[in-house]
């Protein structure tokens, strides 16, 4: 596919996929339309890299998925991410999460365990003169406090829980959303930190790749 083609099937997505799932902040839209998705997706996948499901970066270690464009946009709008937050992105993959958040956000932490995608991030961040992230390698399910707290969290994949270290992590009156899986069912959900107590509202169905190393420790019933 040539740079045009590209061009085209971002339009497209953003007009077919993305805004009728009510997906309404310019400033979001404006930054799907404008980063190239392809680049983020592994040279075999490139032909993908605008269709409605989930793609997966890498073919070893532990899969990391970029987000379906809808669920992804959905997410992030739901994070109500203004020009002066910092913000942490959990699970960042080659690092496309975090150039969208870049363009709503003062700062950006991109976290990533996977080491090859890390180095991949990087480097796209300086190809495309991205300045205001950081791609940082470390144990997702650890957050990365030592750049907090965060006026928002989020994770790009399901999880089964979400660690209370990373709520920690979060200014007072700041947000996490994350889908979480409940009964077998993704629910995209917010996550409210007010003087310490988190509270959350669950918005709708979601169902997406999981994220790893967040499963609920198996219980044993006797």
Not at 67 to 90: K, N, S, Y
């Amino acid at each position: 596919m040539s740079m045009m083609d590209f061009a085209e099937s971002r339009m497209n997505m953003v007009k077919s996929q993305v805004r009728p799932s009510e997906v309404t902040d310019r400033r979001l839209l404006n930054a799907l339309l404008n980063l190239p998705r392809e680049r983020f997706v592994p040279a075999s996948r490139r032909p993908m890299a605008y269709v409605d499901e989930d793609i997966l970066l890498n073919d070893e270690g532990e899969p990391r998925w970029l987000l379906e464009p809808m669920h992804f946009a959905r997410l992030v709008q739901l994070a109500e991410i203004g020009a002066g937050h910092l913000v942490l992105d959990v699970g960042c993959g080659t690092g496309y999460s975090t150039a969208v958040l870049g363009r709503l956000a003062d700062s950006v932490v991109g976290l990533e365990s996977d080491p090859a995608l890390c180095q991949t991030a990087e480097a796209l961040m300086i190809e495309l003169g991205i300045d205001n992230v950081a791609i940082v390698e470390g144990d997702l399910r650890e957050g990365y406090p030592s750049q907090g707290p965060y006026d928002v969290i989020i994770l790009e994949g399901a999880v089964e829980e979400v660690p209370e270290g990373l709520f920690k992590q979060l200014r007072n009156g700041g947000r996490l959303v994350a889908p979480v899986i409940e009964g077998g069912i993704g629910k995209a959900m917010v996550f409210h930190s007010i003087d310490g107590d988190v509270s959350h509202r669950v918005v709708y169905d979601m169902n997406v790749h999981r994220l790893p190393g967040f499963e609920r420790p198996k219980t044993f019933v006797f």
